[in-house]
């Protein structure tokens, strides 16, 4: 890649529309640099505010559970920023950045930044744009997650809700392997209703909410 390429902010669509000189300027501000598979970018809790641009390769938002296990739960393309939070809340890092590929960054000052934003309405929607979208998935995320903690919990105590519903009712335990067409969710929440998981597994199906719409799969998906 020529030094010409990796020293112009014009192939980010954020930042398209602006005129020349406008570029011109934001290219002297920024600071280049180049990184390699596996090096932090970005350090999560640290009191930076500088904004980064991907002007190639790629990198993942990450950060560790309790237990130390690291989950990437998102991905920063060519053409794509990361950091604006802490430039508009001046609060630390909620996430580590790494380099999943060698990539070339440009890091612009909080201070710059927002002074751009005040000053070009286009780049300030574009930018409220993407907080949008980024809101929008964290609702799905938050959604799939509450629907896999449901389901985990029903599992869980499958066997529990079972030995209650023999007990109750005086007959064999439920059996969940049911033919095809039929499905032992309706036993199931009827022996919770009396059942040691009467207080944790809901006895009743929410309104609007179908059995068949509980993700298929493992209860918890990588990288998430």
């Known amino acids: ?8 902010l014009a192939s980010l669509p954020l ?10 300027s934001l290219e002297q501000h920024a600071r280049w640099r180049h990184f390699k598979p596996g090096e ?3 350090e999560s809790g640290s009191d930076t505010r500088d904004v980064f641009f991907m002007i ?5 938002a990450v950060n560790y559970s309790f237990s130390g296990r690291e989950v990437a739960f998102a991905t920063f393309n060519a053409g794509e920023f990361f950091g604006e939070l802490a430039a508009l809340d001046a609060q630390p890092r909620s996430a580590s950045v790494v380099a999943t590929e060698e990539c070339s960054v ?15 309405v286009e780049v300030t929607f574009k930018v409220f744009q993407h907080l949008a979208a980024m ?3 964290s609702t799905v995320r938050i959604m799939e997650l509450s629907t896999l903690a449901a389901a985990a919990r029903v599992y869980s105590d499958a066997h529990a809700v079972q030995l209650a519903d023999a007990r109750l009712q005086h007959e064999r335990p439920v059996q969940l392997d049911l033919p095809p067409g039929q499905r032992s969710v309706h036993r199931v929440q009827r022996a919770a209703a009396h059942g040691p998981a009467a207080g944790r597994v809901p006895a ?21």
């Not at 930042?15 to 011109?24: P, Q, V």
């Not at 009743?204 to 998430?224: I, K, V, Y």
């Open 135 to 137: 809101v929008r998935a």
């Open 40 to 42: 932090r970018i970005l």
């Open 204 to 224: 009743h199906r929410p309104s609007g909410r179908r059995e068949d719409d509980l993700p298929a799969g493992p209860l918890t998906r990588p990288g998430g």
């Open 1 to 8: 890649m020529s030094e010409s390429v990796q020293k112009s």
């Open 106 to 120: 440009a890091t612009m000052s909080g201070e710059v930044f927002l002074d751009l934003l005040r000053r070009r």
């Open 56 to 60: 190639s390769g790629s990198a993942s």
């Open 15 to 24: 930042f398209a529309g602006l005129d020349a000189a406008e570029l011109r």
